[in-house]
């Protein structure tokens, strides 16, 4: 039972456009939710996170928007750069420190 | 950058043989955690710690145990290796809990690991 579910395997974009990433959830005891960048053969990095009582936090060129009623997660990048390209993965805590991740969507900026 | 290393970085192995991944941290930090990445899967995981010699299934745990008999190493096991446990492994490690507040966690580079 997939909890968490980024619906799109792959976004192209334009350098300079925005690229907005998208990401499901079932479970509605998740009161964190990341978003992990990851580059071809190094292990993921943090991004950005929300907590549940919020619906944005922005950080430089990264926002999160969380919408609780729809379940409904996403990330925009604005301005986006070539050097955004990498898979993004969503993912919620559910019990104490654990996390349940997304299937990941690779973006790619084309300059 | 989170001191963690994995190694090895590469391995190919033969089904049937024990295969042991290890973790090291530098940061003395409690929780260590061990997932697998695969196509159309994400990460997943495996098993986690939360102290010396305290740990917890994933959800993907058949197949792999582990052991943390110091702060700083986290050992995954594969007690006879299959093919269907051919994947990229990853290990976290995290401060865990502060409150009501959130510590996220930081990955190592990862293992491929092949079984033929």
């Known amino acids: 039972d997939q909890q968490v579910k980024q619906n799109s395997p792959s976004l192209s974009v334009q350098e300079g456009r925005i690229s907005i990433l998208n990401c499901d959830y079932t479970?509605?005891?998740?009161?964190?939710f990341l978003w992990y960048k990851k580059y071809p053969a190094e292990g993921p990095t943090f991004l950005i996170s929300?907590?549940?009582?919020?619906d944005k936090n922005e950080d430089g060129r990264f926002t999160v928007f969380l919408n609780k009623s729809a379940k409904h997660l996403s990330l925009h990048i604005v301005p986006s750069q070539p050097g955004d390209s990498a898979v993004y993965f969503c993912?919620?805590?559910?019990?104490?420190?654990?996390?349940?991740f997304g299937e990941g969507t690779q973006l790619t900026v084309n300059p | 950058d989170a001191g963690i290393t994995q190694s090895p970085r590469h391995k190919v192995t033969e089904t049937g043989t024990p295969v042991t991944l290890r973790c090291h941290q530098t940061e003395n930090h409690r929780y260590m955690y061990w997932y697998r990445q695969d196509p159309g899967h994400g990460l997943r995981l495996i098993h986690y710690?939360?102290?010396?010699?305290?740990?917890d299934k994933g959800e993907v745990s058949d197949g792999y145990s582990v052991s943390r008999s110091k702060t700083e190493d986290f050992l995954l096991t594969l007690e006879s290796a299959t093919s269907s446990q051919t994947s990229v492994y990853f290990c976290?490690?995290?401060?865990?809990?502060?409150?009501?507040?959130?510590?996220?966690?930081?990955f190592g580079p990862g293992t491929r690991l092949t079984v033929l």
């Open positions: 479970n509605s005891m998740f009161d964190y």
């Open positions: 993912a919620a805590r559910t019990s104490g420190s654990r996390l349940t």
């Open positions: 710690s939360y102290g010396v010699k305290d740990t």
């Open positions: 976290a490690i995290s401060e865990g809990l502060a409150g009501s507040s959130y510590n996220e966690q930081f």
């Open positions: 929300i907590s549940s009582i919020k």
